[in-house]
């Protein structure tokens, strides 16, 4: 069974920084390009970033490009995104989800991010 | 970027009955649009992609339809587990963007 499971959420101040980690199971990681998908009620669901099978290529939405690392280690099965200088609008649920054929095939069950002062 | 409008936002049915989803594209997507369904405090789940498959899992009753910049998706006959937010997806073009939603609700 496919599992996707996030942690690292919490409260942060404008300004600070998190970093979420996702731990895979029940399929091979490197197989498969992965992403990170967030969620608010104002903007409904926005993809911000993808990685390669094999971390040689990475890509962000526009809004936290120079602000967010996504990268990957396929030898403990886990996914992250280092979220820096974060700003009141990143706040929302970020999904760790499996890429198949660029749709977002399998999904974690959300960490929520909120940054608020 | 690609803008994707559902309608309508809110659809009222009885179980047994019909659904219809629409999404369309702010330009030409080809087949590259996805469905996904999300119930209250879970994860979206990944119902259709490429237009018309059906992912891992989706029962028959559902169907996907279309093809340019107008795509439908059907339940023929709405099952109790069905009532949930429906999103669409584009993969046609760079950054991957969604539609805001259409909630089938138990009337």
């Known amino acids: 069974e496919v599992q996707l499971v996030e942690s690292g959420g919490g409260l942060v101040q404008p300004g600070g920084s998190l970093r979420l980690s996702c731990a895979a199971s029940?399929?091979?990681?490197?197989?498969?390009?992965m992403s990170w998908v967030r969620q608010t009620p104002e903007k409904g669901l926005e993809w911000v970033a993808n990685i390669k099978q094999d971390g040689s290529a990475t890509y962000y939405v526009d809004s936290v490009r120079g602000r967010f690392t996504i990268s990957r280690d396929n030898a403990e099965n886990s996914l992250f995104l280092q979220m820096n200088s974060l700003r009141v609008e990143d706040t929302a649920i970020y999904y760790c989800t499996r890429v198949a054929n660029a749709y977002f095939d399998y999904w974690g069950q959300g960490a929520l991010v909120t940054v608020s002062s | 970027e690609i803008v994707l409008t559902q309608s309508p936002a809110t659809l009222s049915l009885s179980p047994g009955e019909r659904a219809t989803l629409s999404c369309r594209a702010s330009?030409?997507?080809?087949?590259?649009l996805g469905w996904y369904q999300q119930k209250p405090g879970q994860a979206p789940r990944l119902v259709m992609y490429d237009t018309s498959k059906r992912a891992t899992g989706i029962p028959a009753r559902f169907s996907g339809s279309g093809s340019g910049t107008d795509f439908t998706l059907t339940i023929s006959s709405l099952e109790p587990e069905d009532f949930a937010v429906y999103y669409c997806q584009q993969r046609s073009y760079w950054p991957q963007t969604f539609g805001q939603g259409t909630k089938v609700e138990i009337k």
């Open positions: 029940g399929f091979t990681l490197i197989n498969f390009w």
């Open positions: 330009q030409s997507i080809n087949t590259y």
